[in-house]
């Protein structure tokens, strides 16, 4: 446990190290120092494993979030080229999202393991459920952006798509941990994950170029990572 929290506080100091730095310019000292941090959350995700008891069918649980912290590392190195060549925002936006969703897509598998180990009999009904509520979300969402001072432009399908992975996971994740108040704690991270990206919309889509919105934006993300990472922790039985 010792090494997952020095891990996490870690990252969460790189994480502040890199907004100082990014703040002023993206560079590639900068995207360094948000590598190293995403390394970190890695890392506190592995020593969780390490001192969490065996599990059984679990280590598929630990190994899917693991996959899913390492795609969030991709995803946290192209947004930033991103800002570094912005004649290639696009592609970089696209190719940064993929990385996120593949990463979504893997702590997705993670819960439905999970959640037919503590619950399985709500395992259909959870899983239909959020598939509801994210689309209800994500259409609220895409239809309230321009009174947001959002304009998604030609990445409008693209931010509708991830919306509807995101949205889904944090309605899955809700409904696994209140069967389960252990698992709030990877629900909590997926919670800042949500928020976090609602201010990097913001950001992107919505002109907000504001110091402020860079540490908010990237503490919330990092948050969200060390805390899907400590999960790991308490996930086996």
Known sequence: ?????ILGVFSLIFCILFCVFRANKATVYSLMLKTVASLCFIMCG???IRGAAPSGNLLSVDLLIVFGLVCGLV??????LKVMHPE?????FIAGT???????????????????????KTLP????????IALLLTAIIMFSSKKMGMNFGKLFYVVAIYSLILT????????????????????????????????????????????????????????????IAFSLLYLAF
Request: net charge negative; no cysteine.
């Open 1 to 5: 446990m010792t090494g997952a929290i």
């Open 46 to 48: 592995l020593f969780a």
């Open 75 to 80: 995803g946290d190195i192209v947004l930033d």
């Open 88 to 92: 290639k925002s696009n592609q970089y």
């Open 98 to 120: 993929s990385a996120f969703s593949v990463g979504h897509i893997f702590y997705f598998l993670a819960v439905v393991f999970y959640n037919s180990e503590v619950s399985p």
């Open 125 to 132: 009904w959870s899983i239909l459920t959020s598939v509801g």
């Open 168 to 227: 889904f996971m944090l309605s899955y994740s809700i409904s696994v941990a209140i069967f389960s108040p252990i698992f709030w704690i990877f629900a909590g991270g997926i919670i800042a994950f949500l928020l976090s990206d609602l201010v990097l919309s913001m950001q992107y889509f919505g002109g907000r170029t504001e110091k402020t919105w860079i540490y908010v934006n990237h503490i919330l993300y990092y948050l969200a990572q060390v805390a």
